[in-house]
Structure formats: structure tokens, C-alpha cells
């Protein structure tokens, strides 16, 4: 009987590194997305909430977004930052509309809902709808100017709404209910900046931040700051960190494919050549490390997975070596340095 084997995907791999309550920022997200068709990527979205990774948008940059939706986003992104949003619309716009018909939404006490909900009162349900719909709009709008229209994003957590209600059974509800609107809206940005406009976007920023990187290496014999690359390439140092971040996740995302790929049978000759040169290679990284205090080897060896695994990002790497997120690239810039200066 043949056997069938199937390596892990990248997104799987990715998936299989997380716990239950990590986080997963956009561009990381996005890179480990970018080879799946749109059915694909929907549903390995769907396993994030399955195992309750967070999805975070912080690392997009806002206003970036092309073509004719460009400026109602912008406005969007603007009226939603000065106040009263229904009077910035015009009378017939559906965002206006729908506003209108939830502003008189009656208070009720969400805590007894939410205990009758989960005691097993069905009916409960709708109730609790009905007073989180303005928790939505609130919590769209902060997630407004990254490439989907306001009405769009309080559509997609409504859907977070409901599925979170479905999913209570206990604890604190308006935490719970919290996280699964947010989770929609970001599922829904992503899902946009991966494959529109945005997304097409982003593909030239890296290219441009790529270029800008090596040209500036070249010219200042450092490497650049974000600032000096975001000058260089016309854009805010916020979009430029999204650039760099998105290129090292490609980077790992073919690191990764690379060691996936079932490698081809050898002759004696053939394969001794690779012994050697990986021997070589791997001497190599142990003698730059050694140049590193011992805790300096250890960060550079979860990060970039030079023992084989599969790298790790800042915030991974502080939880298994009991530092913060920023530390870590602290550690990690100035380790980096050292050995450049060899």
C-alpha cells in the first residue's frame, strides 16, 4: 500500500506555532496568506477563531488605499474622528440610514441578557443584538482609512456580533463580545489588503522599500532607519515598518517553503558535496555566533530558526526567553551589528 505524506503549509506551520490567546499582526498574517486563493486564505481566517488568535490590525498603515474608493475613505477616516457621524452624512446616504434606524436602540442591562442567554433563554439573543449594534458602529469606526468602507466594516461585525453571542456561554460578556467584532473587522481588512488595491499597493512599497534598503546600505555604509527609508521612498515611517515587516515574513515564508521541498535523490559524489557545504555553512554561523554573549546566540537562534525550527517573530521569541517584544529587537539590532562589524 502507498503511503501519502503532506508537509505542513506555511500557514499551517504558522498556525501550529500560535496558542490559544496569542496574537497575529496583518503583515505577518498577509505574507503567510499570499500564495492561497481567496477560498483558501477565508477559510484559514476561520481557524484563527477556532483556536482564539487574535488577529491585529495595528501594523497597517491607514490612508494608503487607491483608485475611486480612495477618497470616501479618507473622509470616512476623518468624520469618524470629529464627533457626531450622522450629521456629517448626507440625508440619503445608506450609512446615514442605517445610523438613524439603530440611534434609538433602547438601553438594556446586557449582564442579565447575557445571563439568561447563556441559562438557555433563546430569546435573549435578539435583545442582546439590539444593544450591541451601536457597540459596532463605535468599534468600526476606529478601524476605518485600511481599504474597507465603513459601511462594510459594521456589516462584517455584525457577523462578529452574532457569532459571538452564539459562542457565550460564560465570564465577562462585553470582553468576550468585544473581541469577536474586532476579529471580524480585522478578518475583513485583511482579507481586502491581501487582494485588492491595497494589497497591490503593498507589493510596490516592499518593492521600493527593498530597493531603498540596499541603495541606502550602499550609500551610507550603515544600515538605513526606517525614517531615512520612509523619506526615500515618499512615504510615513508607519508604512515603511509595514513594508520591512512584510518583507521579513515573505523572507521566512520561503525559508520555510525551502524546507519543505522533498529533496532529490543524490549520487555518493553529489550528496557528499552537500555534506560539505552544509557543514560548512553550519560552521560558519556557529563560529559568527560565538562572537555573541550567550543570550544574544540564543535570540538570533529562535529568530531566524538557525537549529532548523521555523523562526519566530519578536513577540514569540520574548515569551520563550522571558523578554518584552521591544527588547527583543533591541537584542536583536544590536547582535546584528556585531557581526556586521566582522
Not at 156 to 175: P, V
Not at 204 to 231: S, W
Not at 300 to 324: I, K, N, S, W, Y
Request: hydrophobic share 40%; glycine share 6%; aromatic share 6%.
Amino acid at each position: 500500500m502507498m503511503e501519502f505524506t503532506f508537509e505542513p503549509s506555511p500557514w499551517e506551520l504558522t498556525l501550529m506555532a500560535l496558542k490559544p490567546g496569542d496574537t497575529l499582526y496583518a503583515a505577518r498574517c498577509i505574507a503567510m496568506l499570499q500564495d492561497l486563493s481567496e477560498e483558501e486564505a477565508e477559510d484559514a481566517l476561520l481557524s484563527l477563531d477556532e483556536k482564539h488568535i487574535t488577529l491585529n490590525i495595528t501594523d497597517l498603515p491607514v490612508d494608503i488605499a487607491c483608485g475611486e474608493a480612495a477618497e470616501r475613505l479618507k473622509w470616512e477616516r476623518k468624520i469618524t474622528q470629529t464627533g457626531d457621524l450622522r450629521s456629517q452624512l448626507e440625508e440619503n446616504d445608506p450609512l446615514r440610514l442605517y445610523l438613524e434606524e439603530i440611534k434609538n436602540t433602547p438601553e438594556s442591562d446586557w449582564k442579565t441578557l447575557a445571563r439568561r442567554y447563556a441559562g438557555g433563554d433563546d430569546e435573549a439573543a435578539q435583545g442582546l443584538v439590539q444593544i450591541c449594534l451601536p457597540l459596532v458602529v463605535k468599534r468600526a469606526c476606529a478601524a476605518t482609512g485600511r481599504g474597507v468602507l465603513l459601511m462594510d466594516l459594521i456589516q462584517e461585525g455584525n457577523l462578529g456580533l452574532w457569532q459571538g453571542i452564539l459562542n457565550y456561554t460564560d465570564g465577562d460578556f462585553e470582553e468576550h463580545i468585544l473581541w469577536w467584532i474586532d476579529q471580524y473587522i480585522c478578518k475583513a481588512i485583511i482579507l481586502q489588503a491581501r487582494s485588492g488595491e491595497v494589497g497591490q499597493k503593498f507589493l510596490q512599497g516592499m518593492a521600493d522599500f527593498r530597493d531603498a534598503d540596499q541603495k541606502l546600505l550602499g550609500e551610507l555604509g550603515r544600515n538605513p532607519t526606517v525614517e531615512e527609508i520612509a523619506e526615500a521612498i515618499h512615504c510615513t515611517p508607519a508604512e515603511a515598518m509595514a513594508y520591512g515587516a512584510m518583507l521579513d515574513q515573505a523572507r521566512i515564508r520561503r525559508q520555510v517553503d525551502d524546507l519543505q521541498k522533498p529533496k532529490e535523490e543524490n549520487s555518493d559524489d553529489e550528496q557528499s558535496v552537500e555534506n560539505t557545504a552544509y557543514f560548512q555553512m553550519r560552521q560558519r554561523i556557529l563560529d559568527m555566533l560565538s562572537a555573541l554573549n550567550e543570550r544574544e546566540a540564543k535570540l538570533l537562534t529562535l529568530r531566524f530558526g538557525l537549529e532548523g525550527g521555523v523562526p519566530m517573530d519578536p513577540r514569540q521569541v520574548g515569551q520563550a526567553m522571558g523578554l518584552t517584544a521591544e527588547e527583543v529587537t533591541q537584542i536583536e539590532a544590536a547582535a546584528l551589528q556585531k557581526l556586521r562589524q566582522q
